[in-house]
């Protein structure tokens, strides 16, 4: 086998790699929520809502504040390693979630696991776009995201092994598995021999290296094409995190089910309809770049274009057929988005600053979601759930708009 077939041969092995990594990392962080009943009896504080609402708000915050953090690491440092170390962290720290034997605890290792898994996404995505420069890029990471779907819905299960184990083996069992694969990692995931160029610079952490993260800082928020792509990546994270949030509360309350139904109802159909979407959204991407180079922000668009009557049938529409239809169009079009960001962001950004650059994007996503999750919780009171929800189609809209008149690359691949 020639040297070209084994480096795209390869490059495909890193995507299945680290597939791996995004399903775990997804997965782990949302087995918690679906665990508070089993918990309980062994730690008490986790009856009140407000604690546990504490202990998951933690990790939000953490992960958003330090993925940018993260991104000017990942821009600096051998990313397998820095991969490599973070999935054996937050692993073990679901290991050790499986000992705490106070809410203290809990609350310190769920800090923990935001910081360490902030680590993961902004390097894993820079090194696949490292690795996929031609018009493979856009499917790579798609099949790379469809891992993280796939770790949200078998997330919900945790529930299911720890009515049948116990909630401390559910914690030991996938920390063993996560510790397990950082070592097939290890043995098995190469740095992109072209990352030499990302570290001329030198260490982030010496004084020349503080320089080259103003510098690198500088460059991304210094160009209004950075601060478009910022705007469309936030904007569909206020519907993005209120369909992840409430529309299991919005199936129980349209349809008259108990949320026994309305969850899994609700999660499956998003999970599915996301997963084709990031699929097609890349295929779609990759084929139409090679006669446009608009071709992804096309896509983009016509993904985020679906989003638009798939809300208003969520929010307004009133049988099943309606609201799932409405499910469907929104997890094929958000897949389609999101399948689309980091190549994107490719275009305009060169490779040294990709990661610091999907970094800042990932914050402005999470402070998006805290900031409609908390507004919606008092829709959902007040009994305005759909309209509101219905109501986030606008600064969808507006970010299309945007995207569409300021977005024109000059090449497929910034370098």
């Given amino acids: 086998m020639d040297l070209e077939k084994r480096s795209r041969r390869y490059a495909w092995t890193v995507v299945g790699l680290l597939w791996g990594v995004a399903l775990l990392n997804y997965l782990d962080r949302q087995m918690l929520s679906t665990m508070k009943t089993s918990m309980m009896g062994d730690i008490g504080e986790l009856q009140s809502a407000e604690n546990f609402g504490r202990l998951m708000a933690v990790f939000l915050w953490i992960y958003g504040l330090m993925s940018p953090v993260a991104g000017l690491i990942a821009d600096r440092v051998n990313r397998k390693w820095l991969i490599v170390g973070s999935l054996a962290v937050w692993s073990g720290v679901t290991l050790s979630m499986g000992f705490a034997g106070d809410y203290h605890t809990l609350y310190f290792l769920r800090a923990l696991m935001g910081l360490s898994e902030a680590l993961y996404i902004p390097a894993g995505l820079a090194l696949i776009a490292d690795y996929h420069k031609g018009t493979t890029r856009s499917l790579a990471i798609g099949i790379h995201m469809s891992g993280i779907y796939v770790g949200q819905a078998l997330g919900g299960f945790g529930a299911t092994v720890a009515h049948h184990f116990s909630w401390q083996t559910t914690f030991w069992s996938f920390g063993l598995i996560g510790i397990t694969y950082s070592i097939v990692l290890i043995l098995f995931l190469r740095e992109n021999s072209d990352a030499s160029v990302r570290h001329k610079a030198g260490p982030a952490f010496k004084v020349g290296g503080l320089s080259s993260v103003r510098n690198s800082l500088g460059m991304l928020l210094g160009t209004i094409s950075f601060w478009v792509i910022l705007f469309y990546f936030a904007a569909p994270s206020f519907p993005g995190w209120s369909i992840k949030n409430w529309l299991p509360s919005l199936f129980s309350e349209k349809l008259n089910i108990g949320m026994a139904q309305a969850g899994p109802m609700a999660t499956i159909t998003i999970a599915i309809s996301s997963l084709a979407g990031v699929i097609f959204g890349g295929l779609l991407a990759d084929r139409w770049i090679r006669t446009n180079l608009r071709g992804r922000i096309f896509t ?36 389609m988005f999101d399948t689309n960001n980091m190549p994107i962001l490719c275009q305009f950004v060169s490779p ?27 829709s959902s009171d007040s009994g305005h759930l759909g309209r509101d929800m219905a109501f986030l189609a606008i600064p969808v809209a507006l970010a299309i708009l945007l995207q569409l008149t300021m977005l024109k690359p000059i090449t497929a691949n910034m370098e």
């Fill in 352 to 378: 040294a600053h990709r990661a610091a650059g999907y970094g800042l994007m990932n914050l402005t996503g999470i402070l998006s979601g805290a900031v409609i999750t908390s507004f919606l919780g008092k």
């Fill in 300 to 335: 983009g668009a016509i993904g985020l274009s679906l989003t638009i009557p798939a809300l208003v049938l969520i929010g307004f529409g009133g049988g099943l057929a309606a609201i799932i239809c409405g499910a469907i169009l929104f997890g094929l079009g958000f897949g």
